[in-house]
Each structure stands twice: as C-alpha cells, then as structure tokens.
C-alpha cells in the first residue's frame, strides 16, 4: 500500500484545517501516517483510519539540543514508514522534516502557514533560519505558500525552490461553515476577537479598542476567545469585571459565536500564512475588520465585506468599528453576504485539497 507520512506541530490544527485532505488521501487508497504530539483530536484522526505517531515537538523558541533529537527522529520514522511522500506545515516540522527527506531522497511537500517572528525580523536567528531553509527545501517537490507575500521572502532571500504552488491557504470547509442568518441590530452590536491572545495577535489594540467604544456606545459587546499564551489574565479578568469585554477562554468550536455576533475584529501583525479565523468567520457571513498584513488583507475587499486598518493603530480601529456601527441592518447583512460569496469563489478548500492530491498523483 501507497503511504503518506505527515509532519505537523499540533493535534487541533492538523485536524480541524487537514482532515480534508487526509481523507481525500485515505479515499485515494493511501495509507496515511500522522507524526505530532498527542492531544485529543488525535483520536478524531485515528476513526479516519491514520496510524499515530506521538513525538513530543517544542513549538516554540530555537533549541538546538531539542531540534537535532527532533532532526534524528523524523530521520528514524521516515526510514520505519517508507513513505512514497512527506507532507509538512509549521516552521519545524517544514524545516526538520525537509532536512531529513533531502538526505533520505523522499518527496517532500511543506507548506509555508506563516514565517513566524523569528523569519521575518532581521536578526542573527532570521540568517540561520534562511539558511536552514535553503538547505531543507532545495530539493523539494513542491512548495505550498499560503500568500503571495512570503512567496515573495523567499525569492527575495534566494531560497530556490524547483516548483511552488500559491494556495488559498488551508481554505474552509463551506459546507462546516455555512451562512448563518444574520443576528437582529439595533444597539446591541456584538464584536468578536477570536486568537491565541498574544501581543503580536493585535490584542491591545482591541482592548484599547473595546474601552473607548464601549464608552461612546454602552450598548455594544465585545467578546474575546482564545487560549492566553501571555501575560494577559489578569487584565482580561479586570476589563471583564468592568464589562468592558467577555472573554470565554478557548473555545473548541468558534461557530456559535460567530451565530450571536455581527463582525470579526483581527488586528494582527503577526506574520500570518492565510488567517483561518478571518476564513471560517467571512463563510459564516460575517463582516470582517482585519490589518493590511499578508494572510489577511487578501480575504477582505475594504467597503465591500469589511475593512482593512494600519496595524498596531488603535485609533484606526475605532474609526472603521464607528463606521461599521453607523451602517444600517441591511448594509452590515450585505458585507456578510459578500463575504460569503468571496469565500466560495477564492477560499473553499476543495482547492486545497485538489492542489495536494494532483501532487501525490504525479509520484505515480
């Protein structure tokens, strides 16, 4: 049987935003190998039908004893499995991975879901992440980028790729995220902040956001959602206190969220691949407010299903949530609409997942 071995940081992610193309794989006679640490969507990928492999992964920072044990091991499993080819998403798992398929001659497919702080700041560890770049993905078969944007790093970088493909990110499932009705108006306009809440996600400046807004218009509500990477608890729990905002903690399913609120806020200047929560968001027919920041900018017609702002400026912000306010029912109903609309036409994930089994078809 034909095997496909898979390199991934996290057990949600690789569920929730690939599931569709492993099944497509599986349904393709495929037998699929899942290697990442273990968390309870594991067991989601396993009544699919793939084998797991638990390898503990530190996502975050530059280890070198931890990431040379990471290198040896994907050289192991990859001997153990045999895999006709190796697909790859996040920095590690792109960069190790791609190392040990160079050296071993496997076909190697990573896809770029964001070039992390670390790539796109100019320092010391930015030269050796570019060298390690060049060296694990010049024999690649295929390179997936999430935009056009970090396309464009890598050729200004000289990191040579033998092929590449620009995908719509991880795409959305449109038949998981339907149109939902829009919620009813009036004063009670509902925002929501759905992110790991970290600096870099921009949450400042929707706290910053959130107090003067709901000071001119007490009415609105703004909810926040996401697990707390930072140092933000206790101002989150003060600002709630003072009802200023909702926060929920992480939520495993962000739908009936986005069914009771009338916009998505996005004020990121973290280096995105393709924002998932700006896609599932716009496919649920919601209005979206996001920072002219590649993997985000590109999901919003600014007027049209939402409004793009300058990043890390609160003031900005306010005044496109004001001009969003100020809209009738009927206005904010249409740039859902539009949304919507622009998410079957250019982000459904079926495009995904046709670019990834047209690639492994070719090794036939």
Same mark, same amino acid.
């Given at each position: ?10 057990h949600?992610y690789t569920y929730n935003?690939?599931?569709e193309?492993i099944?497509? @794989? ?6 699929v190998y899942i ?6 969507? *594991? ?5 699919m ?6 390898l503990?992964?530190d ?7 931890k990431d040379i044990?990471?290198?040896?091991n994907?050289i192991?499993?990859i001997k ?5 080819a ?9 960069i ?6 160079r050296l ?5 497919y990573?896809n770029?879901t964001?070039?992390?702080?670390a790539?796109e700041?100019?320092?010391f560890?930015q030269?050796?992440l570019?060298?390690l770049y060049r060296?694990a ?5 295929c390179v ?5 944007d970090?396309?464009?790093f890598?050729?200004e970088n ?10 719509p990110g ?5 038949n ?5 009705e ?9 925002f929501?902040?759905?992110s790991?809440?970290?600096?870099e /996600?921009?949450i400042?400046q ?8 709901k000071?001119?218009y007490p009415?609105t509500r ?11 608890e206790e ?7 003072q ?5 929920h903690?992480?939520?495993d399913d962000?739908?009936?969220? @986005?069914?009771i609120?009338h916009c998505t806020i996005?004020p990121t200047?973290?280096p995105?691949g393709?924002?998932n %929560?700006l896609?599932e ?6 209005p979206?407010?996001?920072t002219k920041r590649?993997?985000c900018?590109?999901i *919003?017609?600014?007027? %049209?299903?939402g409004y793009? %702002?300058?990043?890390?400026n609160? /003031?900005?912000l306010?005044?496109k949530?004001?001009?969003f ?8 109903e249409e ?12 982000f459904n994930r079926?495009?995904?997942v046709?670019?990834y089994?047209?690639?492994i078809k070719?090794?036939?």
């Open positions: 049987m034909k095997k496909v071995l898979i390199l991934s940081n996290h949600s935003f690939r599931k193309v099944q497509e @794989l599986i349904d393709n006679g495929y037998k290697v990442l640490p273990y968390g309870e969507k *594991v067991e989601l990928l396993k009544e039908g793939c084998e797991f492999i638990d503990p992964l996502r975050r920072g530059m280890n070198p004893l044990a990471l290198f040896f994907y192991k499993i153990q499995i045999k895999p006709q190796v697909l790859s998403y996040t920095i590690k798992p792109n190790y991975g791609g190392l040990a398929c071993l001659k496997i076909p190697f990573p770029i964001g070039l992390g702080s790539v700041n100019d320092s560890l030269k050796i570019i060298k060296v993905y010049k024999n690649a078969k997936f980028f999430q935009n056009k970090n396309l464009n890598f050729i000289k990191i040579k790729i033998k092929k590449y493909k620009v995908i991880s795409g959305v499932n449109i998981d995220f339907h149109l939902l829009y919620p009813e108006t009036g004063k009670n306009i509902s929501v902040f759905i790991r809440i970290m600096k /996600k921009g400042d929707y706290l910053e956001a959130a107090s003067y807004i000071e001119k009415e703004f909810h926040v959602l996401g697990y707390c990477e930072e140092s933000y101002k989150l729990k003060d600002m709630e206190n009802g200023v905002i909702e926060y903690g992480m939520q962000v739908r009936k969220f @986005l069914r609120t996005h200047y973290y995105e393709m924002s %929560v896609l968001s716009a496919a649920s027919g919601r979206i407010i996001t590649s993997g900018k590109e *919003v017609n600014h007027k %049209v299903n793009i %702002v300058e990043p890390k609160s /003031k900005d306010i005044e949530i004001e001009t306010l100020a809209l009738c029912f009927a206005e904010k740039m859902g609409l539009k949304a919507r609309k622009k998410i079957e036409e250019e079926d495009i995904v046709k670019n089994i047209d690639e070719s090794l036939d």
